[in-house]
């Protein structure tokens, strides 16, 4: 019999967890439901998330069905460490480096994928959108799972992202292998998006990271 984390409250697939001081047992938990190809819900810094194991078709197609998203609409993808983003990409162009020291943080940059990336995290669109996070919790799980993981809002698509996970979709909570419940976030925007597969850079959304930020980076090339 598994022996559950010491300081988590497991209720069902659920696990109550403090981002402040995170349950090593209880991370290594998801990281193992993310290895046998589940699909987690964990916290970031407003909102919850859906993880799974990025590079695998079947887990990102149970993402998609989940969020009852579109095949054309890629999901972004966590990283562990800045030098996993090597492997997803074609390129990444020399304007586009700069923007980097904006890592680790709320901001998300498209890139044209590399070969290797399943068509199904792209939307068969050729580009990936990478983020670092800095959350604790999602740091610690992509660098548990030893490799890229998705971080797209735990949501039905085209309906508010939710804050809390009593405001989860009933079906995402029931599909989910396992939830990291760290109460009530805080709620705001996502991540910024920017694609830098062109230049001039285009800015896909704007979030966390102001777009003035960037454009200060930008000025300097």
């Known amino acids: 019999m598994r022996k559950r984390p010491t ?20 991370i290594q938990l998801a990281v193992e439901r993310l290895k046998r190809g589940g699909v987690i819900v964990f916290p970031t810094s407003g909102l919850y998330g859906l993880g799974a194991d990025a590079l695998s078709e079947q887990s990102v197609q149970r993402v998609f069905a989940m969020k009852r998203r579109p095949a054309d609409k890629p999901v972004l993808v966590l990283l562990s460490h800045i030098h996993d983003m090597n492997w997803l990409v074609r390129e990444v162009p020399d304007y586009a480096r700069p923007l980097l020291t904006l890592w680790p943080g709320g901001i998300t940059f498209v890139f044209s994928a590399a070969g290797a990336v399943p068509v199904a995290l792209t939307g068969g669109t050729g580009k990936i959108g990478l983020r670092l996070p800095l959350h604790p919790v999602a740091r610690a799980l992509a660098k548990g799972f030893g490799g890229p993981i998705t971080g797209t809002s735990a949501n039905i698509s085209g309906r508010p992202p939710a804050s809390s996970v009593a405001a989860l979709d009933p079906g995402i909570r029931r599909a989910a292998d396992l939830i990291l419940d760290a109460g009530k976030l805080s709620g705001g925007p996502g991540s910024t998006i920017v694609d830098v597969t062109c230049w001039p850079v285009r800015v896909v959304r704007e979030g966390a990271v102001p777009w003035r930020v960037v454009n200060d980076i930008l000025k300097q090339l």
Not at 11 to 25: F, M, Q, V
């Open 7 to 26: 300081d988590s409250k497991p209720t069902g697939n659920r696990y109550r967890i403090d981002p402040a001081h995170s349950d090593s047992g209880c």
